[in-house]
């Protein structure tokens, strides 16, 4: 059930709180052992938490303060921060309850299919054998198995779109600076946003309602007026400019997952919107920006773990002096990804190196964003596909990092651009696997993504299709 | 560019990430297929054009210097991985 089904039935008092949380914890035992979705079961779930309204399920980089939070790395094992991200106190204060188990994820966010979570990979409740995308895989997960009411996600890259387009459910980054980012362990911190995963686009409105917000925690959070999102939810989009970018429909995508993005396309222009080919040009150009720049921001934000004030600290003999306690924490704390970046990163911004790389890469970060500055001076929004492909098997991409890291290709640019982007159910394979529609709107223009999902969603099935769990 | 073993084991020294010779192998391989797709960005002319290191139109954020109240001292400490009193204990640093 979404959360505003269940806010119906509690103001009905239909329900109690302590029926939804213990419901929800009874389907949590059922179905995990089989999806996996959440981290570090066996030692939660113990505790009743604060019965006071909707429960909400967190991935393991955002700080819940005396709840481990370790981004699914064994060098932050057994951290428990001691206060609360932002977006927490702000869940808090609207009297959700925030789940004392985390969601999975690939570590530090590094991935797009959870395989590099220390914990293992979680799975597709519609395949259990495919992966359910990632990073934020195990809140996507949850939501579509029906372990959550709703989730928290981060995206860096297209963290929480493309597990949303895998897992058939609805997945938004905002527009930079739109939510907090304190209390976020930092991957890449002109990229990062928090962002929900909810079962629908009313649900997904009414939690950024919740999470948005100028905070002076976070420097980069923006003073703006936060409007009231559910006032986006209208069904209508006749007139509505949409720019469907040419870039995005090239070979190397599913052939299955062009049609149905198409046929989603057609949809969007029987509802009346005004529909035309646009470029991007610098397209192909943005995973290798990202590549750059998100390596070399992490290179920097992980620093800090370094075995002294928090987390695993390496017990080698070698350990005599502290730069030898340093690398063998690191080398033996940090998984295989983690260490590929960050050394990616050191290297692109090392003496030498930061014209040829960095430098360079942030220069084309510019030809992007002037990209979408064009194409937003004549349409409302960008309609593309959100990922090129359905869910893939766990173990197929892993021992080829690049061609994961192209898994991202359709998400990554409105990151770099800062611009807000949102993720819809929109069809299955033939295999029922579902596809993910991405809508794309100039910053701080949230209001644009719910109105033109919304629309799509009221007059289409998807959203209601629900997976059989074997 | 072509990234060779050495290469890497200077930026993972810069890291500070121990490396096991095997992994130094491994990692040399998948950063020169990394590297050789990235140098796709030489293909752009570059010259006239301003780095975007941020997004968003903001230049120094300044705040009052209040004093506020800062965590709990305890609170904090208990995830170090060595103590002692209020202290975190770390191998010798001098000789």
């Known amino acids: ?470 | 560019m072509a990234i060779d073993k050495e290469t890497v084991k200077y930026a993972a020294k810069l890291a500070r990430i121990e490396l096991k010779p095997k992994e130094l192998e491994k990692l040399s391989l998948q950063l020169q297929d990394t590297l050789d797709f990235i140098d796709q960005l030489k293909k752009l002319d570059i010259k006239e054009i301003n780095p975007t290191s941020h997004i968003l139109p903001m230049n120094n954020v300044f705040r009052e210097d209040k004093i506020k109240d800062s965590l709990p001292i305890k609170k904090v400490l208990d995830n170090a991985p060595a103590l002692e009193r209020n202290f975190f204990v770390v191998p010798k640093v001098i000789e």
């Open chain 1, 1 to 470: 059930m979404t959360a505003h089904e269940l806010f119906d039935k509690l103001n009905r008092k239909e329900i109690s709180p302590r029926d939804i949380i213990t419901s929800l914890q009874d389907r949590i035992r059922q179905i995990d052992p089989k999806v996996k979705a959440y981290v570090r079961l066996s030692d939660s779930l113990h505790q009743t938490p604060i019965l006071s309204g909707i429960p909400i399920s967190i991935k393991d980089n955002i700080c819940t303060e005396g709840y481990n939070t370790e981004c699914c790395s064994k060098i932050l094992a057994g951290f428990k921060p001691p206060y609360d991200a932002t977006v927490i106190t702000k869940l808090k204060e609207a009297g959700a309850t925030v789940l004392d188990v985390k969601t999975n994820m690939d570590e530090f966010a590094f991935g797009s299919s959870t395989e590099n979570s220390c914990f293992g990979p979680s799975r597709n409740p519609w395949n259990l054998e495919c992966v359910p995308g990632g990073s934020s895989g195990g809140s996507a997960a949850a939501v579509a198995a029906d372990e959550a009411i709703w989730a928290l996600g981060s995206d860096t890259g297209g963290s929480i779109r493309q597990p949303a387009s895998f897992c058939g459910v609805v997945g938004l980054k905002p527009t930079y600076g739109r939510v907090s980012r304190y209390g976020l362990i930092a991957f890449a911190s002109s990229l990062d946003q928090i962002g929900p995963i909810t079962k629908d686009v009313r649900d997904c409105a009414i939690l950024m309602n919740i999470i948005s917000g100028f905070d002076a925690h976070d420097s980069t959070s923006v003073d703006l007026k936060v409007p009231d999102y559910t006032k986006g939810l209208v069904n209508d989009i006749k007139g509505i400019k949409i720019g469907i970018p040419k870039e995005y429909f090239v070979e190397g995508m599913d052939a299955e997952v062009k049609t149905i993005v198409q046929e989603a396309v057609h949809k969007l222009k029987d509802l009346g919107a005004d529909l035309k080919e646009v470029t991007l040009p610098h397209t192909e150009y943005a995973v290798s920006v990202y590549y750059i720049v998100a390596t070399a921001e992490a290179s920097s934000n992980l620093s800090r773990f370094d075995g002294v004030q928090y987390g695993f600290r390496a017990k080698s003999a070698k350990s005599k002096n502290l730069i030898d306690m340093y690398e063998s924490t690191r080398g033996n704390g940090f998984g295989e990804e983690a260490k590929r970046r960050i050394i990616l990163g050191t290297f692109a911004l090392s003496h030498g190196y930061y014209d040829a790389y960095y430098l360079r890469a942030l220069k084309v970060r510019t030809l992007i964003k002037e990209d979408f500055d064009k194409v937003f001076k004549d349409f409302d929004c960008i309609v593309t596909p959100t990922s090129p492909t359905p869910a893939f098997k766990i173990g197929e991409k892993i021992k080829d990092p690049l061609k994961m890291y192209l898994s991202d290709i359709y998400t990554i640019s409105a990151n770099l651009a800062g611009i807000p982007a949102i993720s819809i159910p929109c069809g299955f394979t033939k295999k029922r696997l579902p596809v993910g529609l991405q809508i794309l709107a100039k910053a701080f223009n949230e209001e644009m993504l719910f109105r033109a999902a919304y629309t799509y969603e009221q007059n289409t099935p998807w959203h209601l299709e629900k997976p059989k769990i074997e």
